[in-house]
């Protein structure tokens, strides 16, 4: 397989202005009938008469014609990846007819059947798996599509647009033709057809348009719509409100199905859901289920206009429109529940998972100058670093200008195909701003580091902050120009005050430019306590020498959330890094009363918003640990993560218990903020009074999972259980607990990965069972998340387990998958890809298990474009 690159990117020769589509769905062979209108590009300088279409090789062309003149095979030459037409007129009418099979479509995109269901999946490349086409974003057409099915088995029938005709035809079939006024490229293009049912509700937009609010379930999954029809009008509402986007169709219909590769799509009009961003229940979905729900919901409804209205020119354009929802769905919960919190779920996330990323050997910017496969380039980088850069935009201009800056954007280039360059100088022109260097952030890839110090002077009073910045290498980029980084910061005297700074304000947002830059502020009379990068102005890693009281006066003192949470767990890594050492050097491990004085005083604190409260007292993951490590010691950080949660436990026994018994359980279950953090303040009280391993807590944690009156509650008493190691009991529960929910794949999904995810020891043989359970199913990416991702991602002792056993578990499931799912299959391989950051003698064994995987031949281009990148 070939990468392709960014520089050679051309207008396209050709251009389509309707694309009328005719579908006959039958089980094994479908038909699909084209009739393109089609014309020359005026704007390509490419004066070429040859017509090239994709189309995957599993096209069964039966007929193809030009301007109703059936061609013969003299005529055009089908190759595996396409058709090319020898000879066309400047415009035409292209017609095929063309036979797929989506019984056997086991990669899930393009068109697919799974539980009786129809439905497709396009971005990026998948339309060309349903016929001949130009299958790239900047060709934009009207779509009118025709759907005809057995009436009986496929009574709802969906496509983009409005639905504009119906009838009946033979053989106890019907057909409906739906029209979409809206040019849009191909990957926007769904269809849906299946004995569904639908809940309605009914928005009228600010303009005074009323949209018919559909979606679609299961019938069985009818009373769990009501949380995404809620967070689908607070979008709506927000999206008016923060950035002037109205909602531009009649209607709006959202489908949920259960086999989906992704969380979700943003096909135009018609949102295809996997059922577990859109399903919702007390009884069946935690509360980061339903917060889930809330963020994707608003996530694919603001791509109408992010994505859909203005697209991307090519795919290296991805994070134009991934970055930016990110962003702007983000802002949108953070609005809606506490910003604070929500700004360190998304931080975790980004400094474990995007970060580890940015120094692997998929390492890319968000703005990728080649790729072999774009499917593997649905990252963590180009969406949540994508999200944190357009943030810095924001961060710079300030919210007036960003807003001028956006409407800008979206009426300059509304109906076009566009680049992020596009998006920077709306930006710029908007806002009067120079982001020459800034746009550094789009084509360089790796974390930047800052390192700070600073120095007083007493005698002239000032105060002096040096920030020097560096970016390690990444493949491909061994040099690194500057960045342009906003730094936010604050500045404490000994009473743990703000000092108002030149801005006239608490917070500043320092400029640097340069590869180290000294800022002097005067005025001072004490030595201040510096509060850096306050929340998280930029996605970098900050060094600057805290003692350990700073970090305990910064938790207690510090007016922004996010850095008050910030040092709690700078605290507690230079905690666990300290003892990591002990470890490692034989020493015995001792636990200075510190921490737990810290967490005792937040503890007792209660003007604190709880969620916050929970979130300082649960230690930074191993994952996070594992991404500051040189060398990363796997059963070092396990363990000396688990003794500092047991000699919390025992520390703070008596605050544990009180504070439990604090977050009173509600009668009725509620998904908002402050219920939500009741609950996880509850449970991380309740995981660390486990650790104790007295009696008591086991029962009140056994009390918990038979009496909770939602998911949430029994999901975490069932989690804490069976992975504190009491294995009797955690096997009644899970028991219990499979009985009580087998009908529900969501929940069933949970079953899966708690099990899978469980640190004790030989889980691996247990989870080999598990995948011939019933309730496993290779064909169904949730299921392979549940049980081989939870295992491989969440589980690093056993996964890294030193015999080799993980690893070459892995890489078996990988072998299988690669031929029934590429997408997910590559996804999979990324544990084994950062073989470079363990000790020798584990990256013999993973790099021995990635080269079994290229042997093992016929790799799909996703999947040989992961391996052979880490093997390079
Ligand atoms: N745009 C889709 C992602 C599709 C990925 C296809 N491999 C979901 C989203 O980001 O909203
Ligand atoms: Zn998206």
């Known amino acids: 397989p070939e990468a392709i690159y960014l520089k050679d990117y051309q207008v396209p020769a050709f251009l389509i202005d309707h694309t009328e589509l005719r579908f006959e769905l039958e089980a094994s062979r479908t038909l699909v009938k084209a009739r393109l209108t089609m014309r020359c590009n005026p704007d390509s300088h490419q004066k070429t008469r040859v017509l090239e279409l994709q189309g995957d090789k599993a096209l069964r062309l039966c007929r193809v014609s030009v301007n109703d003149q059936v061609l013969n095979e003299q005529d055009y030459k089908r190759h595996d990846q396409g058709l090319e037409i020898s000879h066309v007129p400047d415009e035409f009418i292209l017609e095929t007819v063309v036979e797929i099979d989506p019984d056997q479509n086991t990669a899930l995109e393009g068109l697919y059947r799974s539980d009786g269901i129809y439905c497709t999946q396009c971005e990026a490349e998948g339309f060309r798996r349903i016929t001949f086409y130009l299958d790239r974003p900047d060709v934009m057409s009207i779509f009118s599509t025709t759907i005809e099915a057995d009436k009986t088995a496929y009574p709802v029938m969906l496509s983009n647009g409005n639905p504009v005709a119906q009838g009946e035809a033979d053989d106890g079939r019907h057909w409906i033709t739906w029209e979409d006024p809206h040019p849009k490229p191909a990957y926007l293009f769904a269809l849906v057809a299946g004995d569904l049912k639908r809940v ?51 209607i709006f219909m959202i489908v949920a199905v259960d086999f989906f590769n992704m969380g979700a799509m943003e096909n135009k009009g018609l949102n295809v859901f996997n059922t577990s961003c859109v399903l919702a229940s007390p009884d069946t979905t935690t509360d980061l289920g339903f917060q889930r729900v809330e963020g994707v919901v608003a996530h694919e409804y603001f791509h109408n206009w992010s994505g859909n209205r203005v697209t991307c020119r090519d795919w290296f354009q991805l994070s134009l429109k991934e970055g930016f929802t990110v962003f702007r769905d983000s802002e949108f919960s953070a609005d809606l529940n506490s910003p604070t919190v929500k700004r360190v779920e998304d931080v975790t996330v980004l400094r474990t998972a995007q970060f580890a990323e940015d120094a692997g050997p998929m390492a890319h910017p968000i703005l990728p100058a080649s790729f072999i496969e774009i499917a593997n380039f649905y990252t963590m980088t180009i969406y949540e670093k994508g999200a944190e850069v357009v943030r810095m935009i924001h961060t710079l201009l300030g919210a007036d200008a960003f807003r001028q800056g956006s409407d800008l954007y979206f009426s300059r280039h509304d109906g076009q195909a566009v680049t992020t360059e596009d998006f920077v100088k709306a930006m710029e022109d908007a806002s009067g701003r120079d982001l020459t260097q800034f746009r550094n952030w789009y084509h360089q890839a790796g974390t930047p580091v800052l390192a700070v110090s600073d120095e007083f002077d007493a005698a002239s009073q000032t105060y002096r902050l040096t920030v020097a910045q560096s970016c390690p290498a990444t493949p491909g980029q061994a040099i690194k120009a500057a960045y342009h980084i906003p730094v936010a910061i604050g500045l404490l005297d000994s009473e743990g005050e703000d000092l108002v700074l030149p801005n006239g304000k ?60 910030e040092a709690a767990q700078k605290l507690a890594v230079n905690i666990l890094q300290a003892l990591i050492e002990d470890f490692q050097h034989g020493r015995e491990l001792v636990l200075d009363s510190q921490l737990g004085d810290a967490f005792k005083v937040v503890l007792a604190n209660v003007d604190l918003d709880k969620a916050m409260v929970a979130k300082v007292l649960s230690l930074p993951s191993e994952a996070y ?117 087998s009908d529900e794949p969501l929940v069933v999904n949970q079953w899966l990965s708690v099990q899978a995810s469980n640190p004790q020891a030989g889980v691996l043989t247990h989870v080999e069972a598990l995948m011939n359970h019933e309730a496993f199913n290779m064909r169904n ?10 295992f491989c991602a969440q589980n690093p002792v056993n996964f890294h387990a030193i015999d080799g056993s993980g690893y070459r578990f892995l890489a078996d499931q990988i072998i299988v998958l690669n031929k029934l799912n590429p997408q997910i299959a590559s996804r999979l391989v990324t544990p084994l890809t950062r073989w470079k950051r363990y000790s020798a003698d584990r990256q013999g064994l993973m790099r021995k298990e990635l080269q079994r995987i290229t042997d093992s031949g016929d790799l799909s281009r996703d999947v040989f474009e992961v391996v052979s990148k880490s093997l390079a």
């Not at 609950?679 to 909770?708: I, P, W």
């Open 506 to 565: 608490t917070t500043q947002v320092l400029e640097l430019h340069d590869s180290e830059q000294t800022f002097e502020f005067t005025g001072i009379t004490e030595k201040p306590v510096p509060s850096l990068l306050r929340g998280f102005s930029a996605p970098v890693k900050l060094h600057y020498p805290y003692t350990r009281d700073n970090l305990t006066f910064l938790m207690s003192h510090d007016s922004d959330g996010f850095n008050r949470w």
């Open 781 to 790: 990416p949730n299921k392979v998340r549940s049980l081989i991702a939870s």
């Open 200 to 250: 309605e509700d009914q928005y009228t937009t600010s303009g005074g348009r009323d949209v018919a609010l559909h979606i679609y379930a299961a019938n069985k999954d009818l009373n769990k719509l009501d949380y995404a029809m809620q967070s689908l009008k607070n979008a709506m509402r927000w999206d008016e409100e923060v950035y002037g986007r109205e909602y531009d169709l009649d």
């Open 625 to 741: 640990i594992s991404e500051l490590s040189d060398v990363i010691d796997v059963d070092a950080i396990h363990t000396v993560r688990q003794f500092v949660r047991q000699q919390l436990a025992l520390q703070l026994e008596a605050e544990f218990v009180a504070s439990y018994q604090a977050c009173t359980l509600e009668d009725i279950y509620s998904p908002d903020a402050a219920s939500i953090a009741r609950r996880s303040l509850r449970n991380v009280c309740l995981s660390y009074l486990m650790e104790t391993g007295k009696q008591d807590f086991l029962e009140l944690a056994l009390k918990q999972f038979h009496e909770a009156n939602n998911m949430t509650d029994s999901q975490a008493a069932l989690y804490i259980v069976v992975h504190s190691g009491y294995q009797k009991a955690g096997e009644v529960i899970l028991d219990q607990f499979y009985q009580r929910w």
